[in-house]
T-cell receptor, first 114, second 112 residues
Framework: KAGVTQTPRYLIKTRGQQVTLSCSPI?????VSWYQQTPGQGLQFLFE???????NKGNFPGRFSGRQFSNSRSEMNVSTLELGDSALYLC?????????????FGPGTRLTVT | LAKTTQPISMDSYEGQEVNITCSHN???????ITWYQQFPSQGPRFIIQ???TKVTNEVASLFIPADRKSSTLSLPRVSLSDTAVYYC?????????????FGKGTTLSVSS
């Protein structure tokens, strides 16, 4: 079974630009979560989607948004990029129906904002 | 979600058993304890999850005392490839939309 895939793997953007990251969950998984990881703040939850609906949202500004499509693929958008948005962005998928905290993470997208 | 406390770092040698303890004094009745492992520049990987007593899989064992205020992840006979950050998480996996809240984790360094 194919794992969670994220594209692109690496990205360099300029401050003020916007960026869209993509995540394809494991087949059959309907929940997709996004996380930001930085050396200073560690792993932080951004938001979670299930059946195209955002069910939960972390404490991030409105510049961070996401969506999920009918095939469960998800995209995350960051507008008006700031230097502090440089991070590893991780996507995770799960069945969300078996009473487990087992989420499957992708390899991440390394975003560098200059 | 219950707050967790675990050691910042631990050192071990190949072949030894490593026990990482996590404190979660405010764990709720419906909360489970879950451990993740993360290698540099990779996403975390689920290791094990438990509610009480002992859970064992092919990778690790999880010991949870009766009061459930702490838990211990046990890694038998570690190797160099077990060098990673280990996260202890506590929460109710049956609550829809619950996010994984990661703390600082424990950095395990295994030497030869």
């Amino acid at each position: 079974k194919a794992g969670v895939t994220q594209t692109p793997r690496y990205l360099i953007k300029t401050r003020g630009q916007q960026v869209t990251l993509s995540c394809s969950p494991i087949s059959g998984h309907r929940s997709v979560s996004w996380y930001q990881q930085t050396p200073g703040q560690g792993l932080q939850f951004l938001f979670e989607y299930f059946s195209e609906t955002q069910r939960n949202k972390g404490n991030f500004p409105g510049r961070f948004s996401g969506r999920q499509f009918s095939n469960s693929r998800s995209e995350m958008n960051v507008s008006t990029l700031e230097l502090g948005d440089s991070a590893l962005y991780l996507c995770a998928s799960s069945r969300q129906s078996d009473g487990s905290y087992e989420q499957y993470f992708g390899p991440g997208t390394r975003l560098t904002v200059t | 979600l219950a707050k967790t406390t675990q050691p910042i770092s631990m050192d071990s040698y190949e072949g030894q058993e490593v026990n990482i303890t996590c404190s979660h004094n405010n764990i709720a009745t419906n909360d489970y304890i879950t451990w993740y492992q993360q290698f540099p520049s990779q996403g975390p990987r689920f290791i094990i999850q438990g509610y009480k007593t002992k859970v064992t899989n092919e990778v690790a064992s999880l010991f949870i005392p009766a009061d459930r205020k702490s838990s211990t992840l046990s890694l038998p006979r570690v190797s160099l490839s077990d060098t990673a950050v280990y996260y202890c998480l506590v929460g109710d996996p049956n609550q829809a939309g619950t996010a994984l809240i990661f703390g600082k984790g424990t950095t395990l360094s295994v030497s030869s």
